[in-house]
T-cell receptor, first 117, second 114 residues
Framework: NAGVTQTPKFQVLKTGQSMTLQCAQDMNHEYMSWYRQDPGMGLRLIHYSVGAGITDQGEVPNGYNVSRSTTEDFPLRLLSAAPSQTSVYFC????????????????FGSGTQLSVL | GDSVTQMEGPVTLSEEAFLTINCTYTATGYPSLFWYVQYPGEGLQLLLKATKADDKGSNKGFEATYRKETTSFHLEKGSVQVSDSAVYFCALSDQGTNAGKSTFGDGTTLTVKP
């Protein structure tokens, strides 16, 4: 079982370039999300989705776009990369919350280290 | 909105020392609380979880109790090992209107020396 797969693992961009970070999960999870991790700032939510065709903004959405055309895939697009977007990006998924059993844990991908020069 | 505050790090301990990492939260609903661990070069993985007041989550010798009265979820381990060196994140996930989102603390880096 592959879980959450992120590609690429490393990427270097020049300012102004565009690219897409790929994320796929094979667990049929309804919820998917993108976080960025910066030193001393924990994980900050960029965008999230509660199901195919439904996306919403998180804490730091500016400069990023997402779409969710299938349950499995949740790509993150950088339209015009900026040095401030240098970070480690994590995709995560989880099943729909379990009612009395509470919210479910997140399953994380292994991350994409992005540098924007 | 929801927020999580963790004790600032880094934390350096000798092997077999007692560990406490403090975590407090603010949430409008009734969140589930989590501790995640991140080993070097890897993604986060769940360490333990608690879903309601007075629940105790435990795993690999780590424990944390959901204290609603103090809005806290402190992580403890009685005797740390070198292999516990990692970054630890406290997090909460809410149901209802915040379903699908999780809020994380800033992380605490733990280094255990032999």
């Amino acid at each position: 079982n592959a879980g959450v797969t992120q590609t690429p693992k490393f990427q270097v961009l020049k300012t102004g370039q565009s690219m897409t970070l790929q994320c796929a999960q094979d667990m049929n999870h309804e919820y998917m999300s993108w976080y960025r991790q910066d030193p001393g700032m924990g994980l900050r939510l960029i965008h999230y989705s509660v199901g195919a065709g439904i996306t919403d903004q998180g804490e730091v959405p500016n400069g990023y776009n997402v779409s969710r055309s299938t349950t499995e895939d949740f790509p993150l697009r950088l339209l015009s990369a900026a040095p401030s977007q240098t970070s480690v990006y994590f995709c995560a998924s989880s099943p729909r919350t379990g009612g009395a059993s509470g919210a479910e844990k997140l399953f994380f991908g292994s991350g994409t280290q992005l540098s924007v020069l | 909105g929801d927020s999580v505050t963790q004790m600032e790090g880094p934390v350096t301990l000798s092997e077999e020392a007692f560990l406490t990492i403090n975590c407090t939260y603010t949430a409008t609903g009734y969140p589930s609380l989590f501790w995640y661990v991140q080993y070097p070069g890897e993604g986060l993985q769940l360490l333990l979880k608690a879903t309601k007041a007075d629940d105790k989550g435990s795993n690999k010798g780590f424990e944390a109790t959901y204290r609603k009265e103090t809005t806290s979820f402190h992580l403890e381990k009685g005797s740390v090992q070198v292999s516990d060196s990692a970054v630890y994140f406290c997090a909460l996930s809410d149901q209802g209107t915040n379903a699908g989102k999780s809020t994380f603390g800033d992380g605490t880096t733990l280094t255990v020396k032999p």
